[in-house]
């Protein structure tokens, strides 16, 4: 190439700039993660309601709730083609959750009938109050056996 091509060229692009305008190419996407992460938010979602499912599980149903959707957005996760930690974590979270709730709902009803028996029988009522405390011990291990 001679100086001539050269000055055409410089005189042909005299209006644009000589380099590249990389500012016009990147333009913010509000939908860039959800395009380039799929299942992500599930993974998330399943995590803490994990969690929940965790921090209420000694209150019976309520451990329950937060358990089951963290199953449900495990498998949108799993479905979507991500299997993360977080999915994962909240999948583990889950299953202890739901475990521990199911125990606590076992004795919440089991001590709901206990408490029950107690009550709507008022003969028991007063022999109970008048018993010795290994007496007592004795008849409520014998009533929470039944």
Not at 54 to 64: N, P, T, W
Not at 115 to 143: A, C, F, G, V
Request: hydrophobic share 40%; charged share 20%.
């Amino acid at each position: 190439m001679d100086n001539q091509d050269l000055n055409q060229r410089e005189n042909s692009n005299e209006g644009e700039s000589r380099y590249q305008d990389y500012t016009a190419e990147k333009r913010y996407d509000d939908n860039y993660y959800e395009k380039n992460d799929p299942g992500k938010s599930n993974s998330i979602i399943a995590l803490i309601t994990g969690i929940l499912s965790l921090v209420f599980c000694c209150c019976s149903i309520f451990g329950l709730i937060p358990g089951i959707l963290a199953i449900i957005f495990f498998s949108k996760a799993k479905k979507n083609g991500e299997e993360s930690g977080m999915a994962i974590a909240g999948l583990v979270c889950a299953i202890i959750g739901i475990i521990f709730s199911i125990i606590s709902t076992i004795s919440w009803v089991k001590y709901g009938a206990f408490i029950y028996m107690i009550y709507s029988n008022p003969d028991l009522m007063q022999r109970m109050q008048t018993m010795e405390t290994e007496e007592l011990q004795k008849l409520i291990l014998q009533m929470m056996n039944q």
